[in-house]
C-alpha cells in the first residue's frame, strides 16, 4: 500500500501536487534546494486549502489534518523511504536525468519513480536509472488541485504493473489517469499548443483582438479560458518551449512558434507570472 510520497520541486506544479496528495491522506515530504520556494509554496498551499474551507467544500479539521501530513525539506535524503516518487523541477533534461540517478540510488528498488515532466521524454530520462520499468510520466494539469486529468506515459520500458499502479493512485486523488505513449508533446501539450500557437498568429496578423480571440473559444465553444488568457496562465515562455520540442521532435513546420510568442518572452513579457503577457496583471 502506498502512503509515502516524495515530491521533488515546489514550483506552481510542485506544490499543487504535494496538496492534493495530502489532502487525500497521503503523508507528503516536498523538497526544494530553495527554502525561499518552500517558503512560498507553504503559503501557496495554504491559500488554496482556505479557499475550499471557504467554499464549504474542506472542513477547517481536514485543512489542519492535511497541513499536518505535508513536510517540507531542502534534501533528497529525506525521501530514502517513501513508497513513491513524483518529479516536479525545472523543465531541463539534464537535471532531470540527473536526479533520477540519485534518486534510483536512493529508494527501495521497487518504488516507481514518476516525472510531471510536460515534455521531456519519459524513456531519456527512465535511461538514466537501473529500473527503467519503474519509470512514467505523470503530468498533472495546472492548477492541480482543481482539474481532474492525469497524463499517465509509458516510456519504452515501463511495465504494465507501473502504468496500473499510476492509474490506482489517480483513482485515489479522485482524479482520471489517461494512457499516452512517449512522443513529443504527449496528448495534451500536442493538441493544446499548436491552438494557442494558432491564436497568436490570428493576434499578430490582425484577424482579431486578444480580447476578440478569447471571446470567440470561451463563448463559442465554452472553453473555461481564452487560449491566449491560457497561454499567460500557463507562461509564454513555458508554451515556446513545448513548441519547441514539438517542432524538433516530430519535424513538422505546423510546430513552429509564432514570432510574436517569441518576442514577448524576449521582452520579458511571461504573462501571469512576470505581470504582463497578452493582458497585464496587478
Ligand atoms: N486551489 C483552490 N481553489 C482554486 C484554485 C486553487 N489552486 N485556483 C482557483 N480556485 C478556485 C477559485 O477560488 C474559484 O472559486 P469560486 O468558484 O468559489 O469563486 C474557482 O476555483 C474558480 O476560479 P475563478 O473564478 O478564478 O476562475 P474560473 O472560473 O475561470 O476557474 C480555472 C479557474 C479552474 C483555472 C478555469 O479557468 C479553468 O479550468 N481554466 C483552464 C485551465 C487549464 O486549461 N489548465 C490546463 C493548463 S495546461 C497544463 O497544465 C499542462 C501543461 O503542460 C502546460
Redesign the pocket.
Known sequence: MIQAIGVIGSGTMGN?IAQTFAQHGFDVRLVDVSAPALDKAKATIDK?LT??VD?GALSAADRDATLARLHFSGSIDHLADVDYIVEAIVERRDAKRDLFAKLDALVRPDVVLSSNT??ISITDIAAATTRPEQVLGM?????????TLVELIRGQSTSDASMELAESLCTRLGKTGVPASDYPGFI??RI?MPMINEAVFALMEGVGTAEAIDSVMKLGMNH??GPLT?AD??GLD?CVA?LDVLHEGLGDPKYRACPLLRRMVAAGHLGRKSGRGFYRYA
Open positions: 499543487g488554496s479557499k475550499f467554499k510536460s515534455s503530468h498533472f494539469m495546472n492548477p492541480v488541485p482543481l482539474m495534451a501539450n493544446l473555461p479560458m491560457l496562465f500557463i513555458v513545448i
